[in-house]
T-cell receptor
Framework: SQQGEEDPQALSIQEGENATMNCSYK?????LQWYRQNSGRGLVHLIL?????REKHSGRLRVTLDTSKKSSSLLITASRAADTASYFC??????????????FGTGTRLQVTL | KAGVTQTPRYLIKTRGQQVTLSCSPI?????VSWYQQTPGQGLQFLFE???????NKGNFPGRFSGRQFSNSRSEMNVSTLELGDSALYLC????????????FGQGTRLTVV
């Protein structure tokens, strides 16, 4: 079952604009990871943020984590057409002691137009 | 460093048949997890193998099984296929420790007719 939800479900922006996606989850976590998926292909790992971290950056990506609200956000700055994809958050629960049993959100479909 | 390799990329099977999917993890990674992705249920965890032992299991029927070999390569088997088993099956590779990334393969698209 899906642990979390992402919103919006779909997002359409123009190239150069910023895109923000939000993820909520239900149980305590070890870490939260964000992935990108292009048209039903494999998942590309974007970034991992640990439960004791509040913000992390990687290139044009900025991720925040608020464990008190059980939520995370992914910001993509200066978006490009190549960023068009579905984005998923995935949480690794505390009780398993492993990052390997991930629970995924419902995903946000991002469309970046020229 | 080579990524996660899944074979085959596409499969078409008939109801009642069985199927075996293969996953080769990133070199040095000891954990392999399997996920099923469908439009209706999204991405769901099937099971995880670490050092040839099943370490975690999701809520799937016993028709879904797996194994891991000494070189960390893993196979997933689905017996008595049903139409609802049509999905993208994804394999993830990680070092297996608590706070490490999981890297995915390109998936195997299974269609049951």
């Amino acid at each position: 079952s899906q642990q979390g939800e992402e919103d919006p479900q779909a997002l359409s922006i123009q190239e150069g604009e910023n895109a923000t996606m939000n993820c909520s989850y239900k149980t305590s976590i070890n870490n939260l990871q964000w992935y990108r998926q292009n048209s039903g292909r494999g998942l590309v790992h974007l970034i991992l943020i640990r439960s004791n971290e509040r913000e992390k950056h990687s290139g044009r990506l900025r991720v925040t984590l608020d464990t008190s609200k059980k939520s995370s956000s992914l910001l993509i700055t200066a978006s490009r057409a190549a960023d068009t994809a579905s984005y998923f958050c995935a949480t690794a629960p505390v009780y398993t002691g492993t990052a390997s049993k991930l629970t995924f959100g419902t995903g946000t479909r991002l469309q970046v137009t020229l | 460093k080579a990524g996660v390799t899944q074979t085959p990329r596409y499969l078409i099977k008939t109801r009642g048949q069985q199927v075996t999917l293969s996953c080769s993890p990133i070199s040095g990674h000891r954990s392999v997890s399997w996920y099923q992705q469908t439009p209706g249920q999204g991405l769901q965890f099937l099971f995880e193998y670490f050092s040839e032992t099943q370490r975690n299991k999701g809520n799937f029927p016993g028709r879904f099984s797996g194994r891991q070999f000494s070189n960390s390569r893993s196979e997933m088997n689905v017996s008595t296929l049903e139409l609802g088993d049509s999905a993208l099956y994804l394999c993830a590779s990680s070092q297996g420790a608590g706070n490490t990334e999981a890297f995915f393969g390109q998936g195997t698209r299974l269609t049951v007719v």
